[in-house]
């Protein structure tokens, strides 16, 4: 059974950060492209970020390049999401993802509000 869970949304100011992570099992992490995806209210879920296992390229939508960085760690089958320099536009649930979207974890809220 294939489990993808992420943690480390919550509140922040604009201009803060925070760091999602995403636990995945189930599978072999290390042959899987992983991805983070989100969902503001109203809108489609968008590609943030995605990375094969241990090579380039990443991708990174427009809207967040130079402020997330996605990274791996294959040894403990997790992903990350650093975001700096949050805006009240990033406010969204965010979702990872393995395997080009055919696993998805359950989602975390990130609210960027003062």
């Known amino acids: 059974q294939v489990q993808l869970v992420e943690s480390g949304g919550g509140l922040v100011q604009p201009g803060g950060s925070l760091r999602l992570s995403c636990v995945v099992s189930?599978?072999?992490?290390?042959?899987?492209?992983m991805g983070w995806y989100r969902q503001a209210p109203g809108k489609e879920r968008e590609l943030v970020a995605s990375?094969?296992?241990?090579?380039?390229?990443?991708y990174y939508a427009d809207s967040v390049k130079g402020r997330f960085t996605i990274s791996r760690d294959n040894a403990k089958n997790t992903v990350f999401l650093q975001m700096n320099s949050l805006k009240p536009e990033d406010t969204a649930v965010y979702y990872c993802?393995?395997?080009?979207?055919?696993?998805w974890g359950q989602g975390t809220q990130v609210t960027v509000s003062s």
């Open positions: 990375m094969y296992s241990g090579r380039n390229p990443t």
């Open positions: 993802a393995a395997g080009g979207a055919t696993y």
């Open positions: 189930g599978l072999t992490f290390g042959s899987y492209a």
